[in-house]
């Protein structure tokens, strides 16, 4: 009887998980600083400078981490995974407001820099927890889907197809939500103009789209190397 037939999860599954979690609360922390990186050539919408929210990398770790759950463990158990991270979502969120909230010590950092540094505005937020439950369960389904065609083969197909398709929803979801919806509607954070809006939407998701293709080995290798592990484990994943 295998470790997840008697319901203990395996090294590898737990690792997974952790790296996923670890990238998410990362990502939820990092979002309001909004990066930009001088390029040599310009590009359309662009142009000489690509602009992306703070928590882009640590994002696209969470699909890599996800895609690789998803290979190994089958489609329900990574959906368990994306929505039980979805409510954690609000646990980070808590804690870190609460910490905001709570009397600061004379010899404590300045509250007023914390807050600014580690509380996410509305907007943000917002942006953020939409574009993850849409996006990530998106992930996992087209995944999972290709797969059904697919078999055991052509990883790399599932890996660069579910992740490019779910990035771009993602990254329209929290980018229009975030800097544009949110401030207009409900009047929290500021507008920004609409190139500003496209030029995140499209520095953000050529780094998604360049981690997707990049980690497509790493994925290669997190899989053989724990099939080579607990082969009977994942297969049993995906017969059930």
């Not at 509305?122 to 059904?148: C, E």
Request: charge should be negative.
């Amino acid at each position: 009887m295998s470790q997840q037939t008697r319901g203990v999860p395996t090294v590898a599954q737990v690792a997974l998980i952790g790296l996923f979690v670890t990238a998410l609360a990362t990502a939820q922390l990092t979002a309001s600083k909004v990066l930009a990186f001088e390029l040599p050539v310009g590009l359309p919408i662009t142009g000489a400078q690509l602009a992306l929210p703070g928590a882009a990398l640590a994002y696209a770790i969470t699909f890599l981490a996800s895609d690789c759950y998803t290979e190994l463990y089958g489609r329900r158990a990574a959906q368990i995974v994306v929505n039980v991270g979805f409510v954690l979502n609000f646990v980070v969120l808590a804690l870190v407001w609460s910490t905001i909230a709570a009397p600061a010590a004379p010899s404590s950092v300045d509250p007023g820099a914390f807050e600014t540094a580690l509380g996410s505005s509305t907007n943000i937020v917002l942006g953020s927890l939409l574009a993850y439950v849409v996006s990530q369960n998106w992930d996992v389904i087209v995944f999972h889907r290709i797969r059904d065609y697919t078999g055991s083969e052509m990883l790399w197909l599932r890996n660069i197809a579910s992740t490019a398709s779910s990035q771009a929803i993602d990254t329209v979801i929290f980018v229009s939500i975030a800097f544009a919806v949110a401030p207009a509607v409900l009047g929290v954070g500021a507008v920004l103009p609409l190139d500003l809006v496209l030029s995140l939407m499209v520095g953000q998701y050529l780094l998604k789209l360049a981690i997707a293709v990049l980690d497509t080995p790493i994925v290669y290798a997190i899989v053989s190397f724990v099939r080579s592990r607990e082969g009977h484990v994942t297969e049993e994943a995906h017969a059930a």
